[in-house]
């Protein structure tokens, strides 16, 4: 596998540029070009070896700029369907095919043109490719898909194992998972025999393929103390009333039972949304979600108002900074203490 201590690069172009009606595309046409040249320009040195990933309007877009570069090597055009435009008649990968990732090793850089919708599949297809060190641009929440498509571990895993950790522990017979999405987390804990509530105010649009999710927001449901344990993984910073959410959490717990939370953490200061946070490796003004970094104060202050008591809890860091969001990202989820400036944190907290 090939490694990089470089840190990727983006080309910060909002894709609803591509996706408006034509004369919206030809209006910002220029401003597109000119942002792609210059970057162009600047970060591709000669006989870079690249390749589109995409055959639609913005890969055109891309492959036209690219041309203009001296001494750039154009590979292929990958995507899950040969293209039948102009891109078609240039060498085509498929990365779905074992013979053809092997291939993509071999590149110095990739440009991804496509739907963000696609993102997550695309991910995928670069994991199972063996990708590390290649540079991968992408048009929309660049930064944020560059620290999985590059690292590809994320905290999911730590996160997860503190839940299962949790549950061999207090083996809860009824569980509330709170912003579900698209995750295989309910299915998984039902696996154990507990009956679990899966929730997502945005259920219907995501269609979970693992479990049913219940289309209803915790910021305005609550539960009448019927659960032995509340889970809320990673979750809980999109909320835009993460107050409210956290009262209907309180009322949907059993006396007795538990409220499990992670979420991104800095030690010293809370910070309102990191992807409008100028000083983050993760700034996106464009970004679709608030993405919220709780405080040590803030999360201590749950207890008093809730009658709460932390029993159990876990600290990993994600970048090298003094918190989540800030400076270079790891490859991999560290387990740390409070001291060592940890950006993601685990707790589990008992309602008395």
């Not at 895993?157 to 999405?181: H, M, Q, S, W």
């Not at 509340?230 to 959490?249: G, I, P, W």
């Amino acid at each position: 596998m090939k490694t990089t201590d470089k840190k990727p690069l983006c080309i910060d172009i909002p894709y609803d540029w591509f996706t408006r009606i034509s004369a919206d595309l030809y209006k910002n046409f220029t401003a597109i070009t000119d942002r792609i040249d210059r970057f162009l320009k600047e970060n591709i040195k000669p006989g870079a070896r690249v390749a589109i990933w995409g055959a639609k309007g913005a890969a055109t877009i891309v492959y036209e700029c690219l041309a203009r570069v001296p001494g750039v090597r154009f590979e292929y055009v990958i995507d899950r369907e040969r293209p039948t435009n102009s891109l078609g008649s240039l060498p085509y990968l498929n990365p779905a095919g074992p013979a053809d990732r092997g291939r993509l090793a071999s590149l110095d850089y990739v440009f991804i043109c496509s739907s963000p919708r696609h993102y997550k599949a695309i991910t995928e297809d670069l994991v199972a490719a063996g990708f590390g060190g290649v540079r991968v641009y992408l048009y929309k929440d660049a930064v944020t898909m560059f620290t999985i498509v590059n690292e590809y571990f994320s905290e999911r895993f730590a996160e997860y194992a503190f839940v299962f950790n949790c549950l061999a522990k207090y083996y809860p017979r009824r569980i509330l998972d709170v912003g579900t999405g698209e995750s295989c987390l309910p299915s998984l804990m039902e696996r154990g025999n507990a009956k679990v509530r899966a929730i997502d105010c945005n259920a219907e649009a995501q269609n979970n393929p693992a479990c049913y999710v219940h289309n209803e927001d915790i910021q305005v449901t609550s539960y009448d103390h019927s659960f032995d344990l509340v889970t809320c993984v990673s979750v809980l910073e999109h909320v835009q009333d993460y107050k409210a959410a956290l009262v209907n959490m309180d009322l949907s717990c059993k006396p007795g039972g538990h409220v499990l939370i992670t979420m991104p953490f800095n030690r010293h200061y809370s910070i309102d949304d990191i992807h409008r946070h100028e000083q983050s490796v993760l700034y996106s003004p464009d970004f679709n979600w608030i993405t919220r970094v709780f405080s040590y104060d803030m999360a201590m202050g749950w207890p008093v108002e809730f009658s709460w008591d932390l029993v159990e809890e876990r600290y990993y860091a994600l970048y090298s900074g003094e918190g989540f969001g800030l400076g270079e990202p790891y490859p991999q989820p560290v387990e740390a203490s409070l001291d060592e400036s940890p950006d993601i944190a685990c707790l589990l907290f008992h309602k008395r």
